[in-house]
């Protein structure tokens, strides 16, 4: 289950960083089938988490649709292999996303075929 950010999540410490390949089919009838997803998860405590993910919107979008949703697990049900990072100590969520942000990785481009995530990640 995943909610929508507070402004108090921003001040969450981030302990590790887990890039998770999931498996997924297909989005839209017009896909082929990759059979994975990549997705950033920023491990805050408590069996908690907050996902960065992007994906696409519809079946001709080419700039990706970044979204940050809390979750209240740190691993993925869907989870094939995860990648874990021990963050740099005083880490926040705000100070990843302010990144991302100030280096226009929400604005990412995708192939055509929906294909990019794991270059985004």
């Known amino acids: 289950m995943s909610t929508t950010l507070t402004t108090a999540d921003y001040a969450l410490p981030v302990g ?3 890039v998770t390949m999931h498996t997924t089919g297909k989005f839209f009838e017009s ?3 990759s059979g994975n997803h990549a997705s950033i998860f920023l491990l805050t405590g408590n069996g908690t988490s907050v996902r960065l993910n992007m994906t696409k919107a519809g079946p001709t979008d080419t700039i990706g649709t970044y979204t940050e949703d809390r979750c209240l697990y740190d691993k993925s049900r869907s989870s094939l292999h995860d990648i ?3 963050a740099v100590t005083g880490l926040t969520l705000e100070h990843v996303t302010r990144l991302i942000v100030t280096k226009g990785r929400h604005k990412y481009r995708l192939a055509p075929s929906g294909v990019g995530c ?3 990640v």
Do not use: Q, Y
Request: avoid cysteine; glycine fraction near 0%.
């Open 31 to 33: 896909d082929t089938p």
């Open 16 to 18: 590790d960083i887990r």
């Open 118 to 120: 794991r270059f985004w």
């Open 84 to 86: 874990d990072l021990r």
